[in-house]
């Protein structure tokens, strides 16, 4: 299994911006369809954007549409999720995660063959 490390997280004022970034080890990620979740305080884990590795299609929730980008870099084995105009909201653990070898984007847990361990965003009002 694909090795991810995700970072970038932090602290940031309403209407800032953020990168995450997940890095990939130990296989490429071509044929893999790759996400960012996120879980905030005593909810249940959720889909926030996906991208199919080739191909570059992407997904994304509604109420990230038009702030959040989701993106990849192959040479660098490296998904991003660029996060503008952060609300309040938005304050959640992110996860990066990778389908199953093959499969299409994951967008439920179920759908998760591995993990990133998660870097913490926080915007404060």
């Known amino acids: 299994q694909a090795y991810l490390v995700d970072s970038g997280g932090g602290l940031v004022q309403d209407g800032g911006s953020l990168r995450l970034s997940c890095a990939a080890f130990?296989?490429?990620?071509?044929?893999?369809?790759m996400a960012w979740f996120r879980q905030q305080l005593g909810k249940k884990r959720e889909f926030v954007a996906g991208i199919r590795w080739t191909g570059g299609d992407t997904y994304y929730i509604d109420s990230v549409k038009g702030r959040f980008t989701i993106s990849r870099d192959s040479d660098k084995n490296t998904l991003y999720l660029q996060m503008n105009r952060l609300k309040p909201e938005d304050t959640a653990k992110y996860y990066c995660?990778?389908?199953?070898?093959?499969?299409?984007?994951?967008?439920?847990?179920?759908?998760?063959?591995?993990w990133g361990q998660g870097t913490q965003v926080t915007v404060s009002s």
């Open positions: 995660a990778q389908s199953f070898l093959g499969r299409g984007i994951p967008t439920t847990s179920d759908d998760v063959g591995t």
């Open positions: 130990d296989r490429t990620l071509e044929n893999y369809g």
